[in-house]
């Protein structure tokens, strides 16, 4: 099983970054794939996450309207289209999947290195 996170970075304020990641592993068929974050002394904080069943992405309130979460799940890829970016955003993100065709909470199996994104003001 392996999660492979890329395009973390340095912005300022207001700009935009893409993170991806790719999964994969011998059971991985339809699966759940989400994305996390966190900052320095603080929690695990969901972020979004998009179901194979159901093209119908979930957002945390904090990042709605903000970032889009895509996949292409044929070779299980997320994307995670991070807009406007605020100081607040600053963190380590990770990528997460769930062996589920479709979930809704937050307890995942397996998880991405994680990728620096920091945002300058």
């Known amino acids: 099983v392996q999660l492979v996170e890329s395009g973390g970075g340095f912005v300022q304020a207001g700009g935009s970054l893409r993170l991806s990641c790719a999964a994969s592993g011998p059971s991985f068929s339809r699966i759940t794939m989400g994305w996390f974050r966190q900052a320095p002394g603080k929690g695990r904080e969901f972020l979004a996450a998009?179901?194979?069943?159901?093209?119908?992405?979930r957002y945390a309130d904090s990042v709605k309207g903000r970032f889009t979460i895509s996949r292409d799940s044929y070779n299980n890829t997320s994307w995670l289209q991070m807009n406007s970016l605020k100081p607040e955003d600053t963190a380590v993100y990770y990528c997460?999947?769930?062996?589920?065709?479709?979930?809704?909470?937050?307890?995942?199996?397996?998880w991405g290195q994680g990728a620096q994104v920091t945002v300058s003001s």
């Open positions: 997460a999947v769930k062996e589920a065709a479709a979930y809704w909470g937050n307890d995942y199996d397996f």
């Open positions: 998009t179901m194979w069943m159901a093209d119908i992405p």
